[in-house]
């Protein structure tokens, strides 16, 4: 085990991830899932060097850790479509902190063409709760790059919430999660949000030896849908930890390794770099780290 996480120059090979994930057992997603589901859960996140995460990878294998593996493939295509209204409201909420907020977001799986609708909420003791509405399956598209896979303006009206019946979903959930709102209001607050923002990035998933989940999150794309901003590839790696609440296996390395988790949210990230003016104090030091600071 490495007493210190390397940081390696970026010409260094952009396998470096997908080498180290080939070397842990695999686990299927049924298991994972019954092991540890994790709706409930604190999330720690981290900004680090691609091959700074594959010697994190590397040290778990170590410790026995196992990889989601679903027909050989150990890496995943996802793209998400986040919500906001017309003034980024929800974006607002977030940047000054409000403890009542909440994010919304259609998950779409490429590889497999699932597909939800993800509402994320705080819960007691800080947890996150994420509660979700299967939808249609899309279609598989796993070969497409990043880029192309995040699309861009024109692509989309309202996305899942031009179905009524969804819409009425979300603002159920929203009322019985305690957002602090109306039945009357809680719908036309629904009834306001629209895409205004694609991330793509190729997921691993990591079951760790004490049962705590680890994402690596590669290859982002943040693709705006409103404005006229451009799109955003982040070079840096994110990796997360969810754990129960106690700090994950994975958690207790990078802090041996000195790195310390980053408060870092795709969709700010993507709105602040699309939205100069925006206010973003609270993801600075991110900001700072894929360089738009």
């Not at 919500?83 to 998950?107: M, S």
């Not at 694609?198 to 998933?205: D, G, I, Q």
Request: hydrophobic content about 40%; overall charge positive; aromatic content about 6%.
């Amino acid at each position: 085990m490495l007493n210190a996480l390397p940081v390696v120059d970026e010409m260094a090979d952009s396998k470096a991830v997908a080498e180290a994930l080939s070397t842990l057992p695999g686990i299927s997603l049924e298991e994972l899932s019954e092991t540890a589901e994790l709706l409930q859960r604190v999330d720690r996140k981290y900004l680090v060097p691609r091959d700074s995460a594959a010697y994190l990878v590397a040290d778990l294998a170590e410790l026995g850790a196992r990889a989601l593996t679903i027909e050989d493939r150990r890496e995943f295509s996802y793209l998400s479509m986040y919500f906001d209204t017309p003034t980024f409201g929800l974006y607002r909420e977030a940047a000054t902190g409000r403890r009542r907020r909440f994010k919304v977001r259609e998950r779409m799986y490429l590889d497999s063409g699932l597909h939800f609708l993800e509402l994320k909420t705080r819960g007691p003791r800080s947890l996150n709760v994420k509660d979700r509405r299967r939808l249609k399956p899309v279609e598989i598209r796993h070969s497409l790059g990043m880029r192309q896979t995040a699309g861009g303006q024109g692509d989309v009206k309202r996305g899942a919430l031009d179905d009524g019946d969804t819409r009425i979903w979300l603002a159920e959930m929203l009322l019985r999660r305690g957002i602090e709102h109306a039945p009357i209001p809680a719908q036309a607050g629904v009834d306001s949000l629209l895409p205004v923002l694609n991330s793509a990035y190729r997921r691993s998933t990591i079951l760790q030896p004490d049962l705590a989940r680890l994402t690596i999150d590669r290859d982002l794309t943040l693709a705006p849908l409103l404005g006229n901003g451009e799109h955003r590839e982040v070079d840096e790696v994110v990796v997360e930890t969810k754990s129960g609440g106690a700090p994950s296996v994975a958690d207790r390395l990078m802090w041996h390794y000195g790195v310390r988790p980053i408060r870092i949210s795709k969709y700010a990230l993507g709105v602040a770099s699309a939205f100069p003016d925006m206010p973003h104090n609270r993801w600075h030091r991110a900001m700072k780290k894929v360089g738009e600071q």
